[in-house]
């Protein structure tokens, strides 16, 4: 329970008691959320927002998405979506996107966590990244306007403001993971570059990027597949000397 005096009891509604309590939660036990806090548990955080943008993408609104590991080691993801509604939530009387970013959602397709959803349910990762990172900004371009937010720790710094004017539309989250809390910052290229790769030809037509901005370290690619799991076979393959060199491939609704 948050001890505070009488005055303070009405600034905190139930709803933000079971805010600040669920992402405490995630900082006692990162484990619980993302299974380890080593460097794997590190990338897990990049591949939680980027699956929020594939999302997108699997709706339909989303074509590209761009991953940036920044100069001071945090890391930018970028979708062309609908960007995260800004409009205040019923449920929970703030704006969308400070329920994505600081509710612990049910996850799991049955509710209740536990494992990975497949795709098409935004956002089940986001408040776990979120709690788990030193800060985490995020603009929204929608409805012409940009809408930016800032968490720290998890905890909402001020309230969703409109910063300005935009013709984009999309998603921008940057996030610097807490240091307090990972046996190490160090983001690994490679490591990201493989799991996008994957994740572009699972994704058909969507192009991904990742750019290292590091001092000595610079580099991008880029991963486009408009051939989808048919290309990512004969990937696979390209060392191989396969039985039949006709891949079977279908798609339907
Ligand atoms: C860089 C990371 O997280 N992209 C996202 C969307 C779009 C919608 C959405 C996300 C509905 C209300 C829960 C927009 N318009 N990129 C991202 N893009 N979440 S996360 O909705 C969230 C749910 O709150 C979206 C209409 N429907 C959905």
């Given at each position: 329970?948050?001890?505070?005096?009488?005055?303070?009891?009405?600034?905190?509604?139930?709803?933000?008691?079971?805010?600040?309590?669920?992402?405490?939660?995630?900082?006692?036990?990162p484990?619980?959320?993302?299974?380890?806090?080593?460097?794997?548990?590190?990338?897990?955080?990049?591949?939680?927002?980027v699956?929020?943008?594939?999302?997108?993408?699997?709706?339909?609104?989303?074509?590209?998405?761009?991953v940036?590991?920044?100069?001071?080691?945090?890391?930018?993801?970028?979708?062309?979506?609908?960007?995260?509604?800004?409009?205040?939530?019923?449920?929970?009387g703030?704006p969308?996107?400070?329920?994505?970013f600081?509710?612990?959602?049910?996850?799991?397709?049955?509710?209740?966590?536990?494992?990975?959803?497949?795709?098409?349910?935004?956002?089940?990762g986001?408040?776990?990244?979120?709690?788990l990172?030193?800060?985490?900004?995020?603009?929204?371009?929608?409805?012409?306007?940009?809408?930016?937010?800032?968490?720290?720790?998890?905890?909402?710094?001020?309230?969703?403001?409109?910063?300005?004017?935009?013709?984009?539309?999309?998603?921008?989250?940057?996030?610097?993971?807490?240091?307090?809390?990972?046996?190490?910052?160090?983001?690994d290229f490679?490591?990201?570059?493989?799991?996008?790769?994957?994740?572009?030809?699972?994704?058909?037509g969507?192009?991904?990027?990742?750019?290292?901005?590091?001092?000595?370290?610079?580099k991008?690619?880029?991963?486009?597949?408009?051939?989808?799991?048919?290309?990512?076979?004969?990937?696979?393959?390209?060392?191989?000397?396969?039985?039949?060199?006709?891949i079977?491939?279908?798609?339907?609704?």
């Amino acid at each position: 329970r948050i001890k505070m005096g009488k005055s303070q009891e009405q600034e905190y509604g139930a709803d933000q008691i079971q805010i600040l309590e669920g992402l405490e939660a995630v900082r006692k036990r990162p484990g619980m959320y993302i299974g380890t806090t080593s460097e794997k548990g590190l990338h897990h955080l990049v591949y939680e927002i980027v699956d929020n943008a594939v999302d997108e993408a699997l709706a339909g609104y989303c074509n590209e998405i761009t991953v940036t590991i920044n100069k001071d080691g945090s890391v930018t993801v970028v979708d062309n979506g609908r960007g995260i509604p800004t409009g205040i939530q019923e449920k929970a009387g703030i704006p969308a996107v400070d329920v994505v970013f600081t509710m612990l959602h049910a996850g799991g397709k049955f509710g209740g966590g536990g494992y990975k959803v497949a795709g098409g349910l935004h956002g089940v990762g986001a408040s776990v990244v979120n709690a788990l990172s030193d800060w985490l900004e995020v603009e929204i371009y929608r409805d012409g306007k940009v809408h930016k937010q800032r968490y720290e720790k998890g905890k909402i710094i001020h309230p969703l403001e409109v910063t300005g004017n935009t013709r984009k539309r999309g998603t921008k989250v940057t996030f610097m993971p807490d240091e307090t809390i990972f046996e190490t910052l160090n983001f690994d290229f490679d490591t990201l570059r493989t799991r996008l790769r994957e994740m572009a030809f699972l994704t058909k037509g969507l192009k991904i990027t990742l750019a290292d901005k590091r001092a000595g370290k610079e580099k991008e690619r880029e991963f486009h597949y408009e051939g989808g799991i048919k290309e990512f076979v004969q990937y696979i393959n390209r060392h191989k000397d396969p039985l039949y060199d006709k891949i079977i491939y279908c798609e339907g609704e």
